[in-house]
Nanobody
Framework: VQLQASGGGLVQPGGSLRLSCAAS????????MGWYRQAPGKQRELVAN???????NYADSVKGRFTISRDNAKNTVYLQMNSLKPADTAVYFC?????????WGQGTQVTVSS
């Protein structure tokens, strides 16, 4: 399985970005897709994930600001990020996991700064 992430960039505080991650290859039919992030000097943390059936899970720090969604026909997961804060600055990683395996995409930098 390969994961291709896109959509990062530089945005001012209060702004919005949308990340996309397309999966390709032999994708398990039952899976969880999600986004993690890692800021300099910090551990990688879960931002949000979504199971193939649609249930979602969010980190407390992003609830009400970020929305995760997926298009199963396109094997793509999205992360809509609104009301961005400097604390959201990090490298964001796409993740796909099933019962038997876990896959990571390349990171995409999100920088929130004026």
């Amino acid at each position: 399985v390969q994961l291709q992430a896109s959509g990062g960039g530089l945005v001012q505080p209060g702004g919005s970005l949308r990340l996309s991650c397309a999966a390709s290859g032999s994708i398990p039919s039952s899976n969880i897709m999600g986004w993690y992030r890692q800021a300099p000097g910090k551990q990688r943390e879960l931002v949000a994930n979504i199971i193939s059936g649609g249930a979602t899970n969010y980190a407390d720090s992003v609830k009400g600001r970020f929305t995760i969604s997926r298009d199963n026909a396109k094997n793509t997961v999205y992360l809509q990020m609104n009301s961005l804060k400097p604390a959201d600055t990090a490298v964001y990683f796409c993740n796909l996991r099933s019962l038997r395996a876990e896959f990571w995409g390349q990171g995409t930098q999100v920088t929130v700064s004026s």
